[in-house]
Protein backbone atom coordinates (compact mmCIF):
# COMPACT_ATOMS: atom_id res chain seq x y z
CA UNK A 1 0.00 0.00 0.00
CA UNK A 2 1.17 3.51 -1.06
CA UNK A 3 0.45 6.54 0.74
CA UNK A 4 1.15 9.89 -0.46
CA UNK A 5 0.60 13.61 1.52
CA UNK A 6 0.03 16.67 0.12
CA UNK A 7 1.73 19.73 1.74
CA UNK A 8 2.66 23.52 0.80
CA UNK A 9 -0.69 24.99 -0.68
CA UNK A 10 -1.80 28.49 0.25
CA UNK A 11 -2.92 31.98 -0.93
CA UNK A 12 -0.99 34.21 -3.11
CA UNK A 13 -1.01 37.01 -5.23
CA UNK A 14 -0.42 36.91 -8.95
CA UNK A 15 2.79 36.57 -10.18
CA UNK A 16 3.59 34.74 -6.81
CA UNK A 17 5.35 31.45 -6.24
CA UNK A 18 4.50 28.83 -4.35
CA UNK A 19 6.30 25.29 -3.39
CA UNK A 20 4.06 21.63 -3.13
CA UNK A 21 5.35 18.89 -1.91
CA UNK A 22 3.94 15.00 -1.77
CA UNK A 23 5.58 12.80 0.50
CA UNK A 24 5.33 9.06 -0.56
CA UNK A 25 5.28 5.72 1.70
CA UNK A 26 5.27 2.32 1.34
CA UNK A 27 7.84 2.18 -1.84
CA UNK A 28 10.45 4.13 -2.86
CA UNK A 29 10.48 6.70 -5.75
CA UNK A 30 12.19 4.41 -8.46
CA UNK A 31 9.24 2.39 -8.69
CA UNK A 32 6.46 5.39 -9.00
CA UNK A 33 5.13 7.47 -11.42
CA UNK A 34 4.49 10.79 -9.49
CA UNK A 35 2.28 12.96 -11.04
CA UNK A 36 0.25 16.38 -9.85
CA UNK A 37 -3.11 17.01 -11.49
CA UNK A 38 -5.68 19.65 -10.39
CA UNK A 39 -9.24 20.36 -9.49
CA UNK A 40 -10.91 23.62 -10.00
CA UNK A 41 -14.84 24.30 -8.93
CA UNK A 42 -17.14 23.13 -11.33
CA UNK A 43 -14.23 21.32 -13.39
CA UNK A 44 -12.99 18.13 -14.28
CA UNK A 45 -9.75 17.00 -12.52
CA UNK A 46 -6.46 18.32 -14.83
CA UNK A 47 -3.32 16.73 -15.36
CA UNK A 48 -0.37 19.59 -14.57
CA UNK A 49 2.86 17.68 -14.21
CA UNK A 50 4.81 14.29 -13.64
CA UNK A 51 7.85 12.52 -13.90
CA UNK A 52 8.09 8.58 -14.65
CA UNK A 53 9.55 6.19 -12.17
CA UNK A 54 12.76 6.20 -13.82
CA UNK A 55 12.80 9.89 -13.18
CA UNK A 56 14.19 9.94 -16.99
CA UNK A 57 11.53 11.93 -18.38
CA UNK A 58 9.21 14.73 -16.96
CA UNK A 59 5.60 16.15 -18.48
CA UNK A 60 3.85 19.13 -18.12
CA UNK A 61 0.72 20.12 -19.37
CA UNK A 62 0.69 23.28 -21.79
CA UNK A 63 -0.88 25.69 -19.40
CA UNK A 64 2.08 25.26 -16.85
CA UNK A 65 4.76 24.78 -19.09
CA UNK A 66 7.67 27.43 -18.33
CA UNK A 67 5.51 28.14 -14.79
CA UNK A 68 5.98 24.69 -13.09
CA UNK A 69 8.88 22.48 -12.32
CA UNK A 70 8.34 18.75 -11.09
CA UNK A 71 11.27 17.42 -9.16
CA UNK A 72 12.26 14.82 -6.97
CA UNK A 73 14.43 13.80 -3.74
CA UNK A 74 14.45 10.38 -3.38
CA UNK A 75 16.27 10.25 -0.26
CA UNK A 76 13.25 11.96 1.12
CA UNK A 77 11.04 9.72 -1.06
CA UNK A 78 9.50 13.30 -1.72
CA UNK A 79 8.30 14.95 -4.78
CA UNK A 80 8.55 18.80 -5.16
CA UNK A 81 5.59 21.14 -7.82
CA UNK A 82 7.52 24.25 -7.62
CA UNK A 83 4.91 26.80 -8.91
CA UNK A 84 6.35 29.85 -10.20
CA UNK A 85 4.44 33.10 -11.99
CA UNK A 86 1.02 31.82 -10.75
CA UNK A 87 -2.04 33.08 -12.26
CA UNK A 88 -5.68 33.23 -11.02
CA UNK A 89 -6.59 30.52 -13.40
CA UNK A 90 -4.33 28.13 -11.42
CA UNK A 91 -6.37 27.90 -8.56
CA UNK A 92 -7.32 24.85 -7.47
CA UNK A 93 -6.89 22.30 -5.23
CA UNK A 94 -3.86 20.11 -6.24
CA UNK A 95 -3.58 16.76 -5.88
CA UNK A 96 -0.27 14.23 -5.63
CA UNK A 97 -0.92 10.76 -6.96
CA UNK A 98 1.28 8.00 -7.34
CA UNK A 99 1.36 5.17 -10.29
CA UNK A 100 2.55 1.60 -9.93
CA UNK A 101 5.09 0.85 -12.98
CA UNK A 102 3.02 0.50 -16.40
CA UNK A 103 4.31 -0.04 -20.11
CA UNK A 104 4.72 3.14 -22.04
CA UNK A 105 5.04 6.51 -21.05
CA UNK A 106 1.16 8.07 -21.98
CA UNK A 107 -0.17 6.42 -18.14
CA UNK A 108 1.81 9.32 -16.77
CA UNK A 109 -0.23 11.88 -18.24
CA UNK A 110 -3.70 10.51 -17.42
CA UNK A 111 -5.92 10.22 -14.42
CA UNK A 112 -6.02 6.12 -14.68
CA UNK A 113 -2.18 6.03 -15.11
CA UNK A 114 -2.75 6.49 -10.93
CA UNK A 115 -3.48 3.94 -8.30
CA UNK A 116 -2.96 6.54 -4.60
CA UNK A 117 -3.78 9.83 -4.28
CA UNK A 118 -3.39 12.46 -1.88
CA UNK A 119 -6.73 14.66 0.42
CA UNK A 120 -5.34 17.51 -1.84
CA UNK A 121 -3.85 20.77 -0.70
CA UNK A 122 -5.77 24.10 -1.77
CA UNK A 123 -3.73 26.40 -4.03
CA UNK A 124 -5.72 30.29 -3.95
CA UNK A 125 -4.08 33.19 -6.63
CA UNK A 126 -5.43 36.21 -5.91
CA UNK A 127 -5.44 38.64 -8.48
Not at 25 to 39: N, P
Request: proline share 2%.
Amino acid sequence: QVQVVESGGGLVQSGGSLRLSCAASGRTLSSLTMGWFRQAPGKEREFVASVIWSGDNTYYADSVKGRFTISRENAKNTVYLQMNSLKPEDTAVYYCGAGLKRVGTHWARVRNGYDYWGQGTQVTVSS
